[in-house]
């Protein structure tokens, strides 16, 4: 446990810690007047207020179209059903940017609806729930839908049997057993839209501004440092709070469930009904997150000669002079670092989960939430607070590669120590004893007994990792050096720039980073059994 | 149980050999700030130079310029000063009359006086008694028309900040967000000096009633919203009035293929507010002697000359001369408004916040 706290200290308390001092402290004094000056400014109240009705509305949204689709997934087996999970799976390790350019095309200026209706979006705060629902479908379909596979369908039908509706019967039966994944489900939405950064930056035009954005605004822009430390303190808060009803609600579902294997709950769709039901899920699939990528892709072939490579050929060459590279090598920075990124999130990540399952206790149980933190707090925090902290020895990373790793590893860890923490409770305490008894050492016994039980646990996380450190931006914007950006940088700063032949790099990178993400997950499908589906 | 752990090591092998090679791949971009032979120039993303002057200066002075854009005009300026004990360069350039008070109350800048500074006008001189930045371009944030517009609506252009709230020009004008924006804060400032402290607000109000339109950046506005830019007709902008540069109009006409006589779009000179660009020596700067020669070739001539076409800015050397390209378009602005920096520090976050809640909210 030493080291995954150590780690957190200095990478992600130390940092955050002092960006926050520095914005708090005049003269050696902490200024707590601040806090109340600041949350009695109306345009700070105004951004509070826009932050949780968005979230509000976005997980909401997202839980009714999404609950349906859950249901699909865990409870028919059809043609395609590994790929369509894969793809509803896709946008949420995407870069929001990249979402949010997807959207902007289609539904921005000159976008797809655009051109058909003459409708745009873009600017109104449906762009943004939209956005939020795309992203946040896999979450439900995933955590609602894992254990809804498990649930035993007799007891329904047993309910059904006894003289009760079907509506009754799911009311009474299913509901309950459903009720804390779904919880947890939302909180889990509740949380990634109240820290929503680059769809709302690229969608909300200046109007709108969550409590992320404003943070953005307010250190790298006014440079009010006060302000944004203030605001960092309510995100922390809040955050904080979501995070502790959330472990609260993942302790009741792990509780007293009789669950049967996912496989002898699956079957084939009959009656209208049912397949009503299965193609309108297809449907919804398909308009809300298959026509967004589609765009994307079919954007960065069509070049100004017609269909074809015109972008993808552009994007090796350093003419533009928006970098002082071909922006290809985007591709090799961005795996190297994920790789490495990857490494740090897994030997961390599985510390941790390690030391969870070994100990009890409240400590323990704080430290389980502690991790999650990385998740809510402001990446721009976070890239700031390593630019002021990290500049001195012994501690002078700044000048290194190894920075972008780490700020990525900080975002992958939750979901390592998420996935890992089931499967590691699941092995039975005794086996680690006998095997103590038989004299093997502790790390003897973790290799040979735990080990090979959680391996493929391991490489889930470990894919886990991968995809979403490709697709940190928040932090590693601030913090890439300008000679080696990464995938989702290069996106940002090809959109940032005027004309036809930026906004198709980017849109053909975007492609590119899609694709990558999209193997890796496929890669993930093929290894997902289906006991150790994770915490997501 | 044996194959498993066979697989195991192979896979943890593989894993360290992955990180060993990736801390290879990553070595070269290692620190070179530290070696006195490279002189790094921190930027904000705008920064671009002909390949072959900045070649030359590397040729004669023996140093290689490594080149660290930094994010928006802004973003650089306030991460320099976050950083300034340990700064990422040893020059910053690209901090404008805006943002001057910040930096130079930070103390980002230690002195120097640039060889070659008697050429530079001494209107453009914002510290010219301590010499902690040297002034290196210049131009004017100013409302740009589309002449085809006009012409189509037998409607004259409009020239100065009255004109845009009068009822001719009702729902014309797009601008951007003064908080993220730096020529929307521009067109401000500009409007507080014609109307002073209190009397701007009165003028936005007006403007507003006239259906002016805020959009976040300045690329959105002048390549989507603005019917006079290749970009806007591509995109179906319908506003013919923009806040851009002075410079862009030559702009518009040098990147289009054919070039036409005149420039598509044209300037309205009574709206002009004076944006001048600096550079400094950054406090703690590692290498202070190739520092002061990088800044010595900012207002050399060579260098001088050769930002017209690159950033289309004004040089602010009285013996450089304009590109051929450059001057056949170039629009002069005779009285551009002027604020002083220091005014501007103590007034800039009030007046952002109530403009913000007066136009947006």
Same mark, same amino acid.
């Given at each position: 446990?030493?080291?995954?706290?150590?780690?957190?200290?200095?990478?992600?308390?130390?940092?955050?810690? =002092?960006?926050?001092?520095?914005?708090?402290?005049?003269?050696?004094?902490?200024?707590?007047?601040?806090?109340?000056?600041?949350?009695?400014?109306? @345009?700070?109240?105004?951004?509070?207020?826009?932050?949780?009705?968005?979230?509000?509305?976005?997980?909401?949204?997202?839980?009714?179209?999404?609950?349906?689709g859950?249901?699909?997934?865990?409870?028919?087996?059809?043609?395609?059903?590994?790929?369509?999970?894969?793809?509803?799976?896709?946008?949420?390790? !995407?870069? %929001?940017?990249?979402?949010?350019?997807?959207?902007l095309?289609?539904?921005?200026?000159?976008g797809?609806?655009?051109?058909?209706?003459?409708?745009?979006? @873009?600017?109104?705060?449906?762009?943004?729930?939209?956005a939020?629902?795309?992203?946040?479908?896999?979450?439900?379909?995933?955590?609602?839908?894992?254990?809804?596979?498990?649930?035993?369908?007799?007891?329904?039908?047993?309910?059904?049997?006894?003289?009760?509706?079907?509506?009754?019967?799911?009311?009474?039966?299913?509901?309950?057993?459903?009720?804390?994944?779904?919880?947890?489900?939302?909180?889990?939405?509740?949380?990634?839209?109240?820290?929503?950064?680059?769809?709302?930056?690229?969608?909300?035009?200046?109007t709108?501004s969550?409590?992320?954005?404003?943070?953005?605004?307010? %250190?790298?822009?006014?440079?009010?440092l006060?302000?944004?430390?203030?605001?960092?303190?309510?995100?922390?808060?809040?955050v904080?709070?979501?995070?502790?009803?959330?472990?609260?609600?993942?302790?009741?579902?792990?509780?007293?469930?009789?669950l049967? @294997?996912?496989?002898?709950?699956?079957?084939?769709?009959?009656?209208?009904?049912?397949?009503?039901?299965?193609?309108?899920v297809?449907?919804?699939v398909?308009?809300?997150?298959?026509?967004?990528?589609?765009?994307?892709?079919?954007?960065?072939?069509?070049?100004?000669?017609?269909?074809?490579?015109?972008?993808?050929?552009? !994007?090796?060459?350093?003419?533009?002079?928006?970098?002082?590279?071909?922006?290809?090598?985007?591709?090799?920075?961005?795996?190297?670092? =994920?790789?490495?990124?990857?490494?740090?999130?897994?030997?961390?990540?599985?510390?941790?989960?390690?030391?969870l399952?070994?100990?009890?206790?409240?400590?323990?149980?704080?430290? @389980?939430?502690?991790?999650?933190?990385?998740?809510?707090?402001?990446?721009?925090?976070?890239?700031?607070?390593f630019?002021?902290?990290?500049?001195?020895?012994?501690?002078?990373?700044?000048?290194t590669?190894?920075?972008?790793?780490?700020?990525?590893?900080?975002?992958?860890?939750?979901?390592?120590?998420?996935?890992? !923490?089931?499967?590691?409770?699941?092995?039975?305490?005794?086996l680690?004893?006998?095997a103590?008894?038989?004299?093997?050492?502790?790390?003897r016994?973790?290799?040979?007994?735990?080990?090979?039980?959680?391996?493929?646990?391991?490489?889930?996380?470990?894919?886990?990792?991968?995809?979403?450190?490709?697709?940190e931006?928040?932090? %590693?914007?601030?913090?890439?050096?300008?000679?080696?950006?990464t995938?989702?940088?290069?996106?940002?700063?090809?959109?940032?720039?005027?004309?036809?032949?930026?906004?198709?790099?980017?849109?053909?990178?975007?492609?590119?980073?899609?694709?990558?993400?999209?193997v890796?997950?496929?890669?993930?499908?093929?290894?997902?059994?289906?006991?150790? %589906?994770?915490e997501? | 149980?044996s194959?498993?752990?066979?697989?195991?090591?192979?896979?943890v092998?593989?894993?360290l050999?992955?990180?060993?090679?990736?801390?290879?791949?990553?070595?070269?971009?290692?620190?070179?700030?530290?070696?006195?032979?490279?002189?790094?120039?921190?930027?904000?993303?705008?920064?671009?130079?002909?390949?072959?002057?900045?070649?030359? &200066?590397e040729?004669?002075?023996?140093?290689?310029?490594?080149?660290?854009?930094?994010?928006d005009?802004?973003?650089?300026?306030?991460?320099?000063?976050?950083s300034k004990?340990?700064?990422?360069?040893?020059?910053?350039?690209?901090? *404008?009359?805006?943002?001057? #008070?910040?930096?130079?109350d930070?103390g980002?800048?230690?002195? /120097?006086?640039?060889?070659?500074?008697?050429?530079?006008?001494t209107? /453009?001189?914002?510290?010219k008694?301590?010499?902690?930045?040297?002034?290196?371009?210049?131009?004017?944030?100013?409302?740009?028309?589309?002449?085809?517009?006009?012409?189509?609506?037998?409607?004259?252009?409009?020239?100065?900040?009255?004109?845009?709230?009068?009822?001719?020009?009702?729902?014309?004008?797009?601008?951007?967000?003064?908080?993220?924006?730096?020529?929307?804060?521009?067109?401000?400032?500009?409007?507080?000096?014609? /109307?002073?402290?209190?009397?701007?607000?009165?003028?936005?109000?007006?403007?507003?009633?006239?259906?002016?339109?805020?959009?976040?950046?300045?690329?959105?506005?002048?390549?989507?919203?603005?019917?006079?830019?290749?970009?806007?007709?591509?995109?179906?902008? *319908?506003?013919?009035?923009?806040?851009?540069?002075?410079?862009?109009?030559?702009a518009?006409?040098?990147?289009?293929?054919?070039?036409?006589?005149?420039?598509?779009?044209?300037?309205?000179?009574?709206?002009?507010?004076?944006?001048?660009? &600096?550079?400094?020596?950054?406090?703690n700067?590692?290498?202070?002697?190739g520092?002061?020669?990088?800044?010595?070739f900012?207002?050399?001539?060579?260098?001088?000359?050769?930002?017209?076409?690159?950033?289309?800015?004004?040089?602010?050397?009285?013996?450089?001369?304009?590109?051929? *390209? /450059?001057?056949?378009?170039?629009?002069?602005?005779?009285?551009?408004?002027?604020?002083?920096p220091?005014?501007i520090?103590?007034?800039?976050?009030?007046?952002?916040?109530?403009?913000? #809640?007066?136009?947006?909210?």
């Amino acid at each position: 446990m030493a080291v995954p706290v150590a780690f957190f200290g200095i990478f992600f308390a130390y940092p955050v810690a =002092a960006i926050v001092s520095r914005g708090l402290k005049a003269g050696g004094h902490w200024q707590f007047g601040r806090i109340a000056d600041v949350l009695g400014q109306s @345009d700070i109240r105004h951004v509070l207020w826009f932050t949780t009705w968005q979230a509000v509305a976005s997980t909401v949204l997202t839980l009714l179209i999404a609950l349906p689709g859950a249901y699909v997934f865990a409870r028919f087996e059809f043609r395609g059903k590994q790929i369509l999970r894969a793809a509803v799976t896709v946008p949420f390790v !995407l870069p %929001t940017v990249v979402v949010g350019t997807a959207f902007l095309a289609l539904v921005g200026r000159g976008g797809l609806l655009d051109g058909l209706w003459g409708v745009r979006l @873009d600017t109104t705060v449906w762009a943004i729930l939209l956005a939020h629902v795309f992203f946040n479908y896999a979450v439900v379909v995933r955590t609602v839908g894992g254990l809804w596979s498990q649930l035993d369908p007799r007891q329904e039908e047993a309910a059904r049997m006894l003289g009760a509706s079907r509506w009754t019967a799911w009311r009474k039966v299913t509901l309950p057993a459903l009720g804390p994944a779904v919880a947890a489900a939302a909180l889990m939405v509740f949380l990634f839209t109240f820290t929503s950064f680059g769809v709302v930056q690229i969608l909300g035009g200046p109007t709108f501004s969550t409590l992320e954005v404003e943070i953005y605004r307010q %250190t790298a822009q006014i440079f009010d440092l006060a302000t944004a430390a203030v605001l960092t303190i309510v995100q922390f808060a809040a955050v904080g709070i979501i995070l502790a009803v959330h472990a609260w609600s993942v302790r009741r579902r792990e509780s007293a469930l009789r669950l049967v @294997d996912a496989a002898h709950t699956a079957r084939r769709p009959h009656g209208s009904g049912q397949w009503a039901l299965l193609a309108g899920v297809v449907a919804t699939v398909a308009v809300l997150i298959l026509l967004p990528l589609g765009v994307l892709i079919q954007r960065s072939f069509e070049g100004p000669d017609g269909f074809g490579l015109a972008y993808y050929k552009a !994007l090796t060459s350093s003419d533009s002079g928006v970098f002082l590279v071909p922006p290809i090598e985007a591709i090799g920075n961005s795996l190297t670092y =994920a790789l490495a990124a990857t490494a740090i999130a897994v030997v961390i990540g599985g510390l941790a989960a390690a030391a969870l399952t070994r100990r009890a206790g409240r400590l323990v149980r704080g430290f @389980d939430a502690l991790l999650m933190l990385p998740l809510g707090v402001s990446a721009v925090t976070v890239g700031f607070g390593f630019l002021i902290t990290l500049d001195k020895p012994p501690l002078d990373l700044r000048g290194t590669w190894i920075l972008v790793p780490l700020a990525q590893a900080l975002v992958g860890v939750p979901f390592v120590v998420r996935t890992m !923490l089931p499967v590691l409770r699941a092995v039975d305490g005794r086996l680690r004893e006998a095997a103590a008894v038989l004299g093997a050492s502790p790390l003897r016994a973790w290799r040979e007994v735990d080990l090979p039980m959680v391996r493929r646990a391991l490489l889930i996380a470990a894919g886990f990792a991968f995809a979403v450190s490709l697709g940190e931006f928040g932090a %590693t914007v601030f913090i890439a050096r300008p000679d080696h950006p990464t995938l989702p940088v290069a996106v940002a700063r090809l959109l940032g720039r005027a004309g036809d032949l930026n906004y198709g790099q980017a849109m053909a990178l975007s492609t590119i980073l899609m694709v990558v993400c999209a193997v890796s997950l496929l890669l993930l499908e093929r290894i997902r059994t289906d006991r150790t %589906t994770g915490e997501f | 149980m044996s194959t498993i752990i066979k697989a195991t090591a192979v896979a943890v092998a593989a894993g360290l050999g992955l990180v060993t090679l990736s801390a290879c791949g990553g070595s070269d971009s290692g620190k070179d700030s530290a070696d006195s032979k490279t002189v790094t120039l921190v930027s904000h993303d705008s920064w671009a130079v002909s390949k072959n002057v900045l070649k030359d &200066f590397e040729k004669r002075s023996g140093y290689k310029v490594t080149v660290l854009k930094d994010g928006d005009a802004g973003e650089a300026v306030n991460k320099a000063i976050l950083s300034k004990e340990n700064p990422q360069g040893d020059v910053l350039f690209g901090v *404008d009359n805006t943002l001057l #008070s910040r930096a130079l109350d930070n103390g980002l800048f230690q002195p /120097y006086e640039a060889e070659g500074l008697e050429q530079v006008g001494t209107e /453009y001189q914002l510290d010219k008694d301590k010499h902690r930045v040297t002034p290196i371009d210049t131009g004017n944030i100013c409302v740009n028309y589309d002449k085809k517009y006009f012409a189509d609506h037998k409607l004259t252009p409009p020239a100065s900040f009255d004109d845009l709230a009068k009822p001719a020009y009702k729902n014309l004008l797009v601008t951007e967000n003064v908080s993220t924006s730096s020529p929307g804060l521009g067109f401000l400032l500009g409007s507080a000096a014609q /109307y002073g402290d209190n009397g701007w607000q009165g003028y936005w109000k007006k403007l507003e009633a006239n259906g002016v339109k805020v959009v976040d950046g300045w690329e959105q506005a002048y390549n989507e919203e603005f019917s006079g830019s290749a970009g806007g007709r591509k995109a179906g902008g *319908d506003r013919p009035l923009v806040v851009s540069y002075a410079s862009s109009p030559p702009a518009e006409a040098i990147y289009s293929d054919p070039q036409p006589k005149t420039a598509p779009t044209g300037v309205a000179t009574g709206t002009c507010f004076r944006q001048t660009e &600096f550079a400094g020596l950054l406090s703690n700067a590692k290498n202070e002697k190739g520092g002061k020669a990088l800044l010595d070739f900012l207002i050399a001539k060579e260098f001088q000359q050769d930002m017209p076409l690159n950033m289309f800015v004004d040089p602010v050397t009285k013996d450089a001369v304009l590109p051929a *390209d /450059y001057a056949k378009y170039d629009v002069k602005v005779d009285a551009p408004k002027t604020m002083a920096p220091k005014k501007i520090a103590d007034n800039r976050d009030a007046w952002v916040k109530s403009w913000t #809640s007066l136009v947006l909210k």
